[in-house]
């Protein structure tokens, strides 16, 4: 059997990973088989959710109401999910009108894909930064906090979404199930690095640890918004504490420091 060794990091792209990952499930659900890697896609006509080449078109300058739009829409589907926010309930929660809204963006579906392709900004600055969080267990716990905070925007529109698009229905289905992908991948990739240094516990798979990494990030995120909410008291139960819990679990125990004698 061929040893695994962490690919390398410099200039990691999203298409990059999609084009080598194991993907025959997901293509199989692809509205557009045989379409290249995962690419964000600009809001607009087309079919929603369906991967997208960004490299023969200008990409529009981003507006100050387009941007504020988005960051309404990505915290509505967040706490709703793309189902449970009309435009209305959008448009309302931001404080523009209808019709604002949709000068900005025709659909939901339009605005859906404008979300997601926030979600594969954040991916690839993950993509960006794999050489930063894959060195020691500190690194990798850093990288945890800054990127994958299950309390963070990016996350838990990651979850909520993610957990939507089980539904053949689901516009983004095709460009979440990518995503999250990316997401293991990365995570994976960090196993893989800790374990060339003899780091990782002995007879560990490197791409299940990252799977499961990451459902626990997902998992937590829930947590955090269901949970967390009805405790009265306090807890030993902070989503980091539990991230840095699973990390260890995975990974061989730390040499204690010799010490040293005096004669």
């Known amino acids: 059997m061929t040893e695994k060794t962490a690919p390398d990091s410099p200039d990691v792209t999203i298409e990059a990973v999609m084009d080598s990952a194991p993907m025959e499930s997901v293509l199989a659900a692809s509205p557009a088989p045989g379409a290249p890697g995962l690419t964000p896609t600009p809001a607009g006509p087309g079919t929603p959710g369906a991967p997208h080449d960004r490299s023969r078109e200008e990409v529009p ?48 579906d339009a605005l859906l894909d404008g979300v997601i392709d926030r979600m594969e900004e954040h991916a690839q600055s993950a993509l960006d930064r794999i050489h930063e969080m894959e060195g020691d267990r500190s690194a990798l716990l850093r990288g945890l906090a ?60 490197p791409a299940f640890v990252g799977r499961a990494l990451l459902a626990v ?35 061989r125990a730390e040499e204690p420091e010799p010490t040293s004698t005096r004669s």
């Open 61 to 108: 300058a981003r507006s100050g109401r387009r941007e504020e739009i988005l960051d309404g829409a990505a915290e509505m589907f967040a706490e709703h999910g793309y189902h449970g926010s009309s435009l209305r309930d959008i448009s309302s929660h931001i404080g523009i009108s209808h019709s604002g809204m949709l000068h900005h963006f025709g659909s939901k």
């Open 146 to 205: 800054q990127v994958w905070h299950p309390a963070s925007l990016p996350i838990r529109l990651l979850a909520t979404l993610d957990a939507e698009s089980v539904s053949e229905e689901h516009p983004g289905r095709f460009r979440l199930a990518r995503l999250r992908r990316v997401h293991e991948h990365i995570l994976e990739t960090c196993f893989l690095s800790l374990a060339e240094k003899g780091l990782l516990r002995e007879d560990t798979d």
């Open 217 to 251: 990030v997902l998992n937590l995120a829930v947590r955090e918004k269901t949970v967390r909410p009805l405790q009265h008291q306090r807890y030993d139960d902070a989503p980091l504490g539990d991230l840095a819990k699973q990390v260890e679990a995975f990974l």
